[in-house]
């Protein structure tokens, strides 16, 4: 059974950073791309990021470029989105998400949430 | 980049009822549409990628159709259990945008 697990809820203040961890489970995690995609609090989805199977090439959302940083260790069977300079408008549950090799994202973790605030 | 309209935002159908939702692209995307649903409280759950083709599991009232900047989801006889917000995405190249979304009801 494919397991998707982010880190717990987290709190930051403005201008600050924060790692989120999600742990892979029952697939063959270095096989696939993993994403990252948000959903602030009452509105839609929101795609952030995403990494290859082998960490070279890398994506990101206008609204994360040079903030968020991407990656994973497939030793560990773990991806991470690293989140500097940090905004309230960053405040969202974070899913993690795995790629079926065509695209789509065909298992999501049960998200994380990051709220950013003073 | 591409721009996806999402329609309606909400809507409200009878139990049995036919459901259609629709998803424009600014540019042509083939067909790399994918739709998801999120009941609430929940993580998204793939319904449909290829436009057109049925996840696994997703009962068959579900369809998808369209191409280039186009697509429909449809869901043919409405039930309780549909309750949920609804997204489309495009997933032919970075950015993987996804749609406004549409909450669909109960009336």
């Known amino acids: 059974e494919v397991q998707l697990v982010e880190s717990g809820r987290l709190v930051v203040q403005p201008g600050g950073s924060l790692r989120l961890s999600c742990a892979a489970s029952?697939?063959?995690?270095?096989?696939?791309?993993m994403h990252w995609v948000r959903q602030a609090p009452g509105k839609g989805l929101e795609w952030v990021s995403l990494i290859s199977w082998d960490g070279g090439n890398t994506y990101y959302a206008d609204s994360v470029k040079g903030r968020f940083t991407i990656s994973r260790d497939n030793t560990k069977n773990s991806l991470y989105l690293q989140m500097n300079s940090l905004r309230t408008e960053d405040t969202a549950l974070y899913y993690c998400?795995?790629?079926?090799?065509?695209?789509?994202?065909?298992?999501w973790g049960q998200g994380t949430l990051v709220t950013v605030s003073s | 980049d591409i721009q996806m309209t999402q329609s309606p935002s909400s809507l409200s159908a009878s139990v049995g009822g036919r459901v259609t939702i629709t998803c424009r692209t600014s540019q042509g995307i083939s067909n790399f549409l994918a739709w998801y649903q999120q009941k609430a409280g929940k993580a998204p759950k793939l319904l449909i990628y290829a436009a057109s083709t049925l996840q696994s599991g997703v009962p068959s009232r579900f369809s998808g159709s369209g191409s280039g900047t186009d697509f429909t989801l449809t869901i043919s006889s409405l039930q309780p259990e549909d309750v949920a917000t609804y997204y489309c995405?495009?997933?032919?190249?970075?950015?993987?945008?996804f749609g406004g979304g549409t909450k669909v009801e109960i009336k």
């Open positions: 029952g697939f063959t995690f270095d096989d696939y791309t």
């Open positions: 998400a795995k790629d079926s090799s065509r695209g789509e994202l065909d298992y």
């Open positions: 995405q495009k997933y032919n190249s970075a950015p993987l945008t």
